[in-house]
């Protein structure tokens, strides 16, 4: 007789887990109908949400679990109003006040104290937690996988479908798993890992899949480095990246306003301390990258994957159409290459921790007397945090413009740019052509590397500031 062996579950994955505890049905001729418990809208697109639900007679079935900011093409200089500099833009903000309000939705308004950047406000409040889907009108959405979520950016019409009825159809994602093992060098940041994982694998090195970050350097990172690393998991093509939630995440999130407390924060614990990758878990995709050998990054092209080491060279067969945009030539070294403007913001580079390590470097400095800098934090929270810190005065000192927290010029629809033609070195996560206005040609990089190279007036190596 063959001899009994007891049942033993086939180990999944943590995206598996976040998957298949959304899944309300299967649907015929593939796919399934997923549960989305948090949606998150923005002035840009979400009044076309919110009137399209309302013109079509229906209502939002659960609005406390839609929230709304003001943060896309608000305008971010000091002593700001409703104007947006967008042309038309105006309308966009009022329209989405009107239209959250008829709602019944809560939203984070231009002057509201929690205003800020949608990816920086939701783990700020609490909104995004472990084991949650959350879905939002922008690509960067994936930043708030950082803590253990599946998280992704939808167009206004899936938003406006969510909203209704609770839930999304979807095609289930193949699954990736990036792990970083090792340690960081000095100066290596986050910024640096995601750039080095696309320019090494393409801009198209995740597509179709949902990736999960591990190894000893990404576990190492603090909550605000990790969602910068899910932050740019879009630019590899990934429909979400994240990363399994531990005490760093459940610190973090305690005390948040939208956060579990008393009885039922316990209870949250010990659900999410499950949300982890079985240690059996199979990938359909797995890639290994040895931390202690990524350099600092900037890129060179119109793309994040044209991207290499601060103190590498073009490579010698680079496509010709990014070098020429970028006035720039195979086999160079980029350091040296006089700049015009820096500018350190977005939902990838603006929290408090990287403001403090850019003020750092700044500290008793000037920049160069040509560059036109600018830093933006990324919430009403983080500005009023790093006043109290005196960061400001030292971006100020060294002269930095100070700004009202939002996208701004991260990218050129808020109606504000940078000269035609500048270079540009910024911590944003996108470089395509005219991004930052007309004919701007821009290097992205860490915040280190964009005060590095304001104080130099040229693209310099942080390294040597340290």
């Not at 792990?179 to 750039?195: C, E, N, Q, R, Y």
Request: glycine letters at 10%.
């Amino acid at each position: 007789m063959p001899k009994w062996r007891p049942f033993l579950p086939e180990p999944i994955s943590l995206f598996d887990r976040l998957w298949d505890s959304h899944v309300v049905t299967a649907l015929p001729g593939g796919g399934a109908l997923v549960a989305i418990d948090r949606v998150f809208l923005h002035e840009r697109t979400g009044a076309s949400a919110l009137n399209a639900l309302a013109e079509a007679e229906r209502k939002v079935l659960d609005p406390a679990r839609v929230f709304a900011v003001t943060d896309h093409i608000v305008d971010t200089r000091p002593g700001r109003t409703d104007h947006s500099l967008m042309p038309g833009g105006q309308a966009f903000i009022t329209e989405t006040r009107a239209a959250a309000r008829a709602a019944g939705i809560r939203l984070f308004d231009v002057n509201d104290p929690d205003q800020g950047i949608v990816h920086v406000i939701s783990p700020e409040l609490g909104i995004i937690l472990p084991g949650c889907t959350l879905i939002a009108p922008d690509s960067h959405t994936c930043t708030q996988g950082a803590f253990g979520a599946l998280a992704w950016g939808v167009g206004s019409s899936e938003a406006e479908h969510a909203m209704a009825t609770g839930t999304l159809r979807l095609n289930k994602p193949k699954s990736m798993r990036v792990t970083f093992s090792g340690a960081l060098a000095k100066g290596v940041t986050p910024k640096d890992m995601i750039m080095s994982l696309i320019a090494r694998h393409g801009a198209a090195g995740g597509k179709g899949h949902a990736i999960e970050f591990a190894g000893d350097a990404v576990t190492a990172l603090d909550m605000e480095g990790r969602m910068t690393l899910c932050n740019m998991a879009t630019e590899f093509s990934a429909m979400s990246g994240f990363i399994a939630p531990d005490d760093k995440s459940f610190t973090y999130l305690k005390g948040r306003r939208f956060a579990p407390s008393g009885a039922l924060w316990d209870l949250a614990i010990a659900n999410w301390s499950r949300l982890q990758s079985d240690a059996d878990a199979v990938f359909d995709t797995d890639i290994i990258i040895d931390a202690a050998a990524i350099r600092p990054m900037i890129s060179w092209g119109t793309s994040p994957e044209n991207s290499i080491a601060i103190d590498g060279t073009i490579p010698e067969h680079a496509s010709k159409r990014p070098l020429e945009y970028m006035e720039l030539q195979s086999g160079q070294n980029l350091i040296g290459t006089p700049i015009d403007a820096a500018f350190i913001g977005s939902c990838t580079n603006s929290r408090l921790s990287d403001l403090r390590r850019a003020s750092a470097l700044l500290k008793g400095k000037k920049i160069a007397d040509h560059v036109k800098a600018i830093c933006v934090p990324g919430s009403s929270r983080i500005k009023r945090e790093a006043e109290a810190e005196g960061i400001d005065a030292l971006f100020r000192d060294a002269g930095f413009e100070w700004r009202e927290s939002g996208c701004s010029m991260c990218f050129y629809a808020g109606g504000e740019s940078f000269a035609a033609g500048s270079r540009v070195i910024s911590t944003t996560n996108r470089n395509f052509e005219s991004r930052q206005g007309p004919a701007v040609k821009t290097h992205i990089a860490s915040p280190e590397t964009v005060v590095a190279s304001a104080l130099a007036g040229r693209i310099a190596d942080m390294r040597e500031l340290v």
